[in-house]
């Protein structure tokens, strides 16, 4: 059974930093590409990064693109995405996804809130 959890989310203050992981399992997870996404409060669920199977090559929403890094572990099976000068419009459930072809897994997504 295929299970993508998210962790480290919560309330940051503007400015801050935070480290959101993904834990994978029931999959061969050095094989698939993966990334976060987000849903911001009312608006449509928007790309935030991708990174290879292998890590070698990552992609960058243009709202993220700058302070944000997404990295993976594939000896752990883990994803991680680091954010920081996070900022009010970052607020949102951000969650993680793992692609490979057309199978296409999600995780349950986890909040992220930025707010003073």
């Known amino acids: 059974q295929v299970h993508l959890v998210e962790s480290g989310g919560g309330l940051v203050q503007p400015g801050g930093s935070l480290r959101l992981s993904c834990a994978a399992s029931g999959f061969t997870f050095k094989w698939y590409a993966m990334s976060w996404y987000r849903q911001p409060p009312g608006k449509e669920r928007e790309l935030v990064a991708t990174?290879?199977?292998?890590?070698?090559?990552?992609t960058y929403g243009d709202s993220v693109k700058g302070h944000s890094i997404i990295s993976r572990d594939n000896a752990r099976n883990m994803l991680y995405l680091e954010m920081n000068s996070l900022k009010p419009e970052d607020t949102a459930v951000y969650y993680c996804?793992?692609?490979?072809?057309?199978?296409?897994?999600w995780g349950q997504g986890i909040q992220v809130t930025v707010s003073s």
């Open positions: 990174i290879t199977s292998t890590g070698s090559s990552t």
């Open positions: 996804n793992a692609k490979l072809g057309t199978i296409d897994y």
